[in-house]
């Protein structure tokens, strides 16, 4: 059974960094993407970034390019989100998300999700 948990949330200041982590465990992530998404209220979910396991191929949403940084540690099997330089307009749910093979930026290609971790940023 896959399971996705997501960490590092929390309450940050404008300029402000954090780093989400996202453990994956009960299968081998090697064909995987992973990505991650974020959700405000009255929003919409939207992409942010995402990573191919195997070729580290990354993609980035462009409000967040520059910004923000996805990597993934093999040994822990788990990919992280360093969030910098964090805007208000930043504040949502960030989810972490695992599909078979290539990079897609729609959340209904991902088969699996993790419950979401707050981000809030104050002004």
């Known amino acids: 059974q896959v399971q996705l948990v997501e960490s590092g949330g929390g309450l940050v200041q404008a300029g402000g960094s954090l780093r989400l982590s996202c453990a994956a465990s009960g299968r081998t992530f090697s064909s995987y993407t992973m990505g991650w998404f974020r959700q405000a209220p009255g929003k919409e979910r939207e992409p942010v970034a995402a990573?191919?396991?195997?070729?580290?191929?990354?993609y980035y949403a462009d409000s967040v390019k520059g910004r923000f940084i996805i990597s993934r540690d093999n040994a822990k099997n788990t990919v992280y989100l360093q969030i910098n330089s964090l805007k208000p307009e930043d504040t949502s749910v960030y989810y972490c998300a695992a599909k078979q093979y290539g990079i897609a930026t729609i959340g209904a290609a991902y088969d699996y999700w993790g419950q979401g971790t707050q981000v809030t940023v104050s002004s």
């Open positions: 990573i191919r396991w195997r070729t580290d191929t990354t």
